[in-house]
């Protein structure tokens, strides 16, 4: 059998005899970087350890540029971000057993965002794989399963000359929708073992597209095109596959309204006449969809929070685009569409015909209204003057990374992100902990905007580390600590379901000192002068900490 290698690019005869003659004192280490590097990759989050120190090395004689975190399970989250904000891979290197398993949480969240980090982690020398006891430091018996449940795919090397192709066949992965987190694990010894192989160079690991299939898009298109009343709820792969103006187009096309979850966040406009925002914990918004007669699901699984707690149930045909095969008709059965979001869009759109409803824009201004009204009964003036003033001093442009906090929480129904990709959160896996790291990972990725970060002062504990990282990157950053001395929505869930809390109560520091003690400019603010003073803070350059003493309560839930 002959190949064609016509096409194949020829090295020039500098190039061949640098591959002939590699650098001396280059390691298994400056495999994983050069490979890195020859797939894209330019910033690497991490946190060096005793196994790792080959790959952590290596770093020196290679143009990435390192992020290092104070916590592995912040890189994590700074990895994400980074993964989120440029759609490209974030690499995350990561040590052996305690530093391997601290990343855990974070790449639960990863995985449930669908958010492309590559966790590269060292492991004990070879000699002490394979299930025996050897008492190696941070010896596990197979890290491997601890994380083999929470990533796409997992990949191993047991010699240099297989860590390039590991990590080109992880790359892919983590990029091939949907995106997801993914794991490679390196022995010590192979990380700091001499090579004399070529340094690598550029390497193609060009993820599989995902397409619909024609029968399908011709079905969901008969569908939409004979609605009478077709409802689109859009998710967060619409905002991960830059599907948004696809999305538009084609709720204009057959005059559809549109809600869209808490991951699909600016996936719409907010102010669109077709516009049902974002009140999926509400009874009223519930009741629309489920009156639906055709209802579009793009890049949504319908979990817990976008089906209101699991009591939405619809009553027409529901048609679900999903990258994920797993989550197709997970929840509810449908035209099962397994298919990158953008890609169907594309093909929906040609395919459907013009429908026209002059009502479908009264019936959205009606259940807004009918929202509006209920949350106004409910005395919450403050929580909503709060909203507003982040909304006022956050550039359109700016994104916004934020914790499980009762800011958030209001965030996700009632906050209007302006643009597609820029709000964020952790509420995939639900973890603390993810805003002030998620924004040093977002800063990294584009130092031109300023980003902002919101906790509530039990989160905010999680992360205080990552001020000294914060101000070590000089990053443009801001976080606005809601300080309500404890864990707000447990206390919350605790005095509605037992009448009385345990354990929600919390010590906390003066944060504003404790800011300034990493030489952080902080400021103490208040519900009347937080626009103007997070206005300030976002404007300044580098990081900067607003402290909101205030007792914010939720909406009352519609689902019990």
Same mark, same amino acid.
């Given at each position: 059998?002959?190949?064609?290698?016509?096409?194949?690019?020829?090295?020039?005869?500098?190039?061949?005899?640098?591959?002939?003659?590699?650098?001396?004192?280059?390691?298994?280490?400056?495999?994983?970087?050069?490979?890195?590097?020859?797939?894209?990759?330019?910033?690497?989050?991490?946190?060096?350890?005793?196994?790792?120190?080959?790959?952590?090395?290596?770093?020196?004689?290679?143009?990435?540029?390192?992020?290092?975190?104070?916590?592995?399970?912040?890189?994590?989250?700074?990895?994400?971000?980074?993964?989120?904000?440029?759609?490209?891979?974030?690499?995350?290197?990561?040590?052996?057993?305690?530093?391997?398993? /601290?990343?855990?949480?974070?790449?639960?969240?990863?995985?449930?965002?669908?958010?492309?980090?590559?966790?590269?982690?060292?492991?004990?020398?070879?000699?002490?794989?394979? !299930?025996? &006891?050897?008492?190696?430091?941070?010896? *596990? &018996?197979?890290?491997?399963?601890?994380?083999?449940?929470?990533?796409?795919?997992?990949?191993?090397?047991?010699?240099?000359?297989? #860590?390039?192709?590991?990590?080109?066949?992880?790359?892919?992965?983590?990029?091939?929708?949907?995106?997801?987190?993914?794991?490679?694990?390196?022995?010590?010894?192979?990380?700091?073992?001499?090579?004399?192989?070529?340094?690598?160079?550029?390497?193609?690991?060009?993820?599989?597209?995902?397409?619909?299939?024609?029968?399908?898009?011709?079905?969901?298109?008969?569908?939409?095109?004979?609605?009478?009343?077709?409802?689109? #709820?859009?998710? !967060?792969?619409?905002?991960?596959?830059?599907?948004?103006?696809?999305?538009?187009?084609?709720?204009?096309?057959?005059?559809?309204?549109?809600?869209?979850?808490?991951?699909?966040?600016?996936?719409?406009?907010?102010?669109?006449? *077709?516009?049902?925002?974002?009140?999926?914990?509400?009874?009223?918004?519930?009741?629309?969809?489920?009156?639906?007669?055709?209802?579009?699901?793009?890049?949504?699984?319908?979990?817990?929070?976008?089906?209101?707690?699991? /009591?939405?149930?619809? $009553?027409? &045909?529901?048609?679900?685009?999903?990258?994920?095969?797993?989550?197709?008709?997970?929840?509810?059965?449908? +035209?099962? #569409?397994?298919?990158?979001?953008?890609?169907?869009?594309?093909?929906?759109?040609?395919?459907?015909?013009? $429908?026209?409803?002059?009502?479908?824009?009264?019936?959205?201004?009606?259940?807004?209204?009918?929202?509006?009204? $209920?949350?106004?009964?409910?005395?919450?003036? *403050?929580?909503?003057?709060?909203?507003?003033?982040?909304?006022?001093?956050?550039?359109?442009?700016?994104?916004?990374?934020?914790?499980?906090? #009762?800011?958030?929480?209001?965030?996700?129904?009632?906050?209007?992100?302006?643009?597609?990709?820029?709000?964020?959160?952790?509420? =995939?896996? =639900?973890?603390?902990?993810?805003?002030?790291?998620?924004?040093?990972?977002?800063?990294?990725?584009?130092?031109?905007?300023?980003?902002?970060?919101?906790?509530?002062?039990?989160?905010?504990?999680?992360?205080?580390?990552?001020?000294?990282?914060?101000?070590?990157?000089?990053?443009?950053?801001?976080? +606005?600590?809601?300080?309500?001395? =404890?864990?707000?929505?447990?206390?919350?869930?605790?005095?509605?379901?037992?009448?009385?809390? /345990? =354990? /929600?109560?919390?010590?906390?520091?003066?944060?504003?000192?404790?800011?300034?003690?990493?030489?952080?400019?902080?400021?103490?603010?208040?519900?009347?002068? *937080?626009?103007?003073?997070?206005?300030?803070?976002?404007?300044?350059?580098?990081?900067?900490?607003?402290?909101?003493?205030? +007792?914010? &309560?939720?909406?009352?839930?519609?689902?019990?």
């Amino acid at each position: 059998m002959s190949h064609d290698h016509d096409d194949r690019p020829q090295l020039t005869a500098a190039q061949a005899a640098a591959v002939l003659n590699p650098p001396a004192g280059r390691n298994g280490g400056d495999l994983v970087v050069e490979s890195l590097q020859g797939l894209g990759a330019t910033t690497v989050f991490g946190l060096p350890g005793q196994h790792a120190l080959g790959m952590f090395d290596a770093l020196r004689r290679s143009s990435l540029r390192y992020v290092g975190l104070r916590v592995e399970n912040n890189a994590g989250f700074a990895a994400d971000a980074y993964g989120r904000i440029t759609g490209e891979v974030a690499p995350l290197l990561l040590s052996t057993g305690p530093g391997a398993l /601290t990343s855990l949480a974070a790449l639960q969240e990863a995985a449930a965002a669908s958010a492309p980090v590559l966790a590269v982690s060292s492991q004990i020398p070879t000699a002490g794989l394979g !299930g025996g &006891r050897h008492g190696y430091l941070h010896e *596990l &018996r197979d890290q491997q399963a601890s994380v083999r449940d929470i990533v796409k795919s997992v990949h191993t090397v047991r010699s240099a000359s297989q #860590i390039p192709s590991a990590l080109a066949a992880a790359w892919e992965s983590a990029l091939t929708a949907p995106h997801g987190p993914v794991w490679v694990e390196i022995p010590q010894d192979v990380l700091l073992a001499e090579t004399t192989l070529p340094v690598v160079s550029a390497m193609d690991a060009t993820p599989r597209e995902l397409y619909p299939r024609p029968e399908l898009t011709i079905a969901a298109a008969h569908l939409l095109s004979n609605a009478e009343r077709p409802v689109i #709820i859009a998710g !967060g792969g619409v905002v991960r596959s830059d599907a948004s103006g696809k999305l538009r187009a084609l709720a204009e096309k057959i005059d559809a309204p549109v809600v869209t979850t808490f991951g699909g966040k600016g996936a719409f406009p907010w102010e669109h006449p *077709l516009s049902l925002r974002s009140w999926l914990e509400d009874r009223h918004t519930t009741d629309f969809l489920e009156d639906a007669d055709v209802l579009l699901v793009v890049g949504s699984g319908l979990g817990e929070l976008s089906s209101n707690y699991h /009591t939405f149930r619809p $009553r027409g &045909r529901v048609i679900q685009i999903e990258a994920d095969a797993g989550k197709l008709e997970s929840n509810h059965p449908a +035209l099962g #569409i397994h298919s990158d979001a953008r890609e169907a869009l594309a093909d929906l759109l040609e395919a459907v015909e013009r $429908r026209e409803d002059p009502a479908a824009a009264d019936r959205v201004r009606t259940v807004l209204e009918k929202v509006r009204v $209920r949350i106004e009964a409910q005395d919450l003036t *403050l929580e909503q003057q709060v909203l507003a003033a982040v909304r006022e001093a956050l550039p359109d442009a700016a994104p916004s990374f934020w914790d499980m906090t #009762i800011l958030a929480y209001w965030a996700w129904s009632a906050f209007d992100a302006r643009r597609p990709n820029t709000m964020h959160s952790a509420q =995939g896996a =639900g973890g603390l902990g993810y805003g002030f790291p998620a924004a040093i990972g977002a800063a990294a990725a584009d130092p031109t905007k300023p980003v902002l970060a919101v906790s509530g002062d039990g989160g905010a504990m999680y992360s205080i580390a990552e001020l000294a990282t914060a101000r070590q990157y000089d990053l443009p950053l801001t976080w +606005l600590i809601v300080d309500d001395g =404890g864990y707000g929505i447990l206390r919350e869930y605790m005095t509605g379901a037992f009448g009385e809390t /345990t =354990g /929600t109560e919390l010590a906390r520091p003066d944060f504003v000192a404790l800011a300034e003690s990493f030489g952080v400019p902080a400021v103490r603010t208040s519900p009347e002068s *937080l626009a103007a003073d997070l206005g300030k803070a976002l404007a300044a350059p580098g990081p900067s900490v607003v402290v909101l003493p205030a +007792l914010l &309560r939720m909406f009352e839930p519609t689902h019990l």
